[in-house]
């Protein structure tokens, strides 16, 4: 399907740079993963647009840094405002573009619309501090500047919601930006930025780049002085890449990068309420997801009855066209569909059996069988080895203490999960895991007011919450001397 047929207006295809879109060096064709259809002609950026972008936000930042925190705030009011008013055609771009089912995209876009309120809300709230020096004399003043220009890098996974959760705590933090969206999801992205911009954002200050040599925007603006900061979010590999990029540039760098979720279900736990959260933590976005369950290990009094019922649930999975009610979509691209024929493999030959799926869709699109591999106890096939896909893998353990030891036999620290009807288990083992975010008796986690990332291989800093926006600004320290009292009074 193409947007004519969904009867939803195209959005911008076009750069946006410096309060205008602009054509690319070419075009680079745009395809539905549902059908394979092509559904728009995307302008292509190479370096010099790249520079452009920089420049324009560079002119912009220092106006944005001075506009007061209530006005930026009234500015991201108006743009949550507009954002909600098109939800409509967000969440069919959103599946259009990415293949996601609508009832996930409508989930998306809601989710994003709050990330972006709760940043409106945040920016006139940006505290600094007021002290005494440690043996008296001074004071000691702080405040928070504007990092400054910044490149933010989204994947096409969460379209909406990458770019909303980095470029509105920019914004908030009055930062300007230029932002590279996903090759495969630029769309979004427009309909975002377009939202912006008609919501009354000065020139210059968010700023938009499609490309398909991203190497071009990242080497090019990584080594340029001017900026001063590159939010990333995506593999480990292009992490480093980038931390290695902006070494030579002291670039202050955030990384959301990939993940290796453990899902523990402790004997103790409700199974069916485990069975149904499983479902939703490995199976949404068709498994591509950083915080998918990538483990899902279980205490052998219990996992027949998980994985009985589990294997049933997702055998009943309905695969299909986004557009249509259904309950998975496709695979992002063929290359993301074909490399599962390697991982069923790989997966198979460590000694996992294929108890429902394994296979492709015979149809057009990159669509993958819901699947389900059983082990019969820990496997280090999966640990360190991101499965990003609609492939499930079951693991007995006999006890906590297994669980947890093989939950942490992982580079990654991304999200994790315990299920356990014994909330002083649940806390001790929520400690022990060496990962930033634990969900308790929940697959589902983010969330404007929580802090979201990881530790380790799954990058550095942390986006929302009350600290995500300090991501984005610098403490600057006075140091305040104060004269004697007489000397004030007299
Ligand atoms: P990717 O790293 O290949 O691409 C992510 C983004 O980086 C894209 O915009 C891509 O164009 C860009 N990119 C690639 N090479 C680049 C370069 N040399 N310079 C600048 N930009 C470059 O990842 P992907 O395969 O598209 O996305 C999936 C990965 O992202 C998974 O590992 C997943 O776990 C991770 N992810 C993490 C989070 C999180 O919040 N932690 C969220 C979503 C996805």
Redesign the pocket.
Known sequence: MNFQASGISLPQTSLFIDGEWRPGAGVYPLFNPADGAQIADIANCDATHALAALDAAARAQPGWARLAPRARADLMHAGHRLMRERGAQFVHTMTLESGKPLTEARAEFNLSADFLLWFAEQTAHIHGSFSNASHGGFRVVTTHQPVGPCLL??????PLL?IV?KAGAALAAGCTTVT?????TPLTCALFVQTLIDAGFPKGVANLLH?TT??A???TLLKDRRLRKVS????????S??LR?GADNIVNTS?????DGPFIVLADADVDLAVDHAIMCKFRNAG?????ANRIIVDREVEPDFTDKFVKKVSELKVGDGMDPVDVGPM?SAR?RDRLFDTINQLTSAGGKVLTGGRALQRPGYFFEPTVVRFDGPNPVMCDN?L?APIATVFPVEGPRQALEFANTSNYG?ASYVFTRDLTQAIAMGEQLEFGMVGINRGIMAEPAAP???TKW??IGR?AGHDGIYEFLETKYMALTVGEIEEALK
């Not at 990384?255 to 993940?259: R, S, T, V």
């Not at 591509?288 to 998918?292: G, R």
């Open positions: 890098i989204t994947p096409w996974n969460f990458m959760r590279k969206s996903a090759q495969e490309t991203p190497s925007v990242s080497e990333f979010t995506g593999s480990t590999r292009v992490g890449l980038l990029l990384l959301e990068l990939g993940g591509q997801a950083c915080v998918a992002i993301q991101e990003f991304l979201f990332g990881g799954s990058g986006e």
